[in-house]
């Protein structure tokens, strides 16, 4: 069963617009973590963050911010006032205490159109 | 700044050759990691070691081995390639210190089989 999805497929906007990318997980574990990565057209991953199962507090870094949730098993990312730069495909993962490996999401095309 | 180096961005391959795949990082990560992306798929784990000379099954071995004689490489190989290996390859690295910390990735290996 797919523990990670990213629903949206692809999402395009335009330049200035803010947009927010989903990310619902699904785990037995109390403690687990979730990712967000970052994939450019030129392909490298970049990390953007990590947030433990014990810390629901927003974090906002720059025009980026993300919203977990453990109601509703969300972890979801929102870039404000998006640029051309943001355009990549954004990927959300999860690992859980009981196992080492990053379960990832199908990820999200974004498209910043100017 | 963590440096993951995947030795091609590109390669051509016929049918039935073998292929190696290199990646090396500068780091002293433990552990390290090979996916394969593919569209609607997400990435999903061939092999990963988390040691020199040590090496686990991820989700998908089949066709695929691994070699990590020093610490710092860790090489993907295709037997036989055959077509439905055609992928996006990408190799990570991380410390082994807490199971869920964030991985480092390559700039990824585009491997055509033809």
């Known amino acids: 069963a797919q523990k990670v999805t990213q629903a949206q497929t692809e999402i395009s906007v335009v330049e200035k617009e803010d947009v927010t990318l989903d990310c619902v997980y699904e785990t037995r574990d109390t403690t687990y973590y979730l990712f967000w990565y970052k994939q450019p057209p030129s392909g490298e991953l970049v990390f953007l963050i990590r947030r433990n199962s014990f810390d629901e507090q927003n974090e906002i870094s720059g025009r980026y911010s993300w919203n977990f949730q453990k109601s509703t098993s969300s972890f979801n990312f929102t870039i404000t006032a998006s640029q051309v730069v943001d355009s990549a495909v954004y990927f959300c993962a999860l690992s859980e205490n009981s196992n080492y490996q990053l379960i990832w999401g199908a990820g999200t095309k974004l498209i910043i159109k100017p | 700044d963590v440096k993951v180096t995947q030795s091609s961005r590109y390669l051509v391959k016929r049918t039935g050759e073998k292929v190696f795949l290199e990646c090396v990082q500068d780091m002293d990560h433990e552990n390290m990691f090979w996916y394969r992306q593919d569209p609607g798929l997400g990435l999903r784990l061939i092999y990963f070691?988390?040691?020199?000379?040590?090496?686990e099954k991820g989700d998908i071995p089949e066709g695929y081995s691994v070699s990590r004689e020093k610490k710092e490489r860790f090489s993907l190989i295709l037997e036989s390639a055959s077509t439905n290996q055609t992928s996006m390859y990408l190799c990570?690295?991380?410390?082994?210190?807490?199971?869920?910390?964030?991985?480092?990735f390559g700039q990824g290996t585009r491997l055509t089989v033809v």
């Open positions: 070691s988390y040691d020199v000379k040590m090496k």
């Open positions: 990570a690295s991380g410390f082994s210190t807490g199971r869920n910390t964030e991985a480092f």
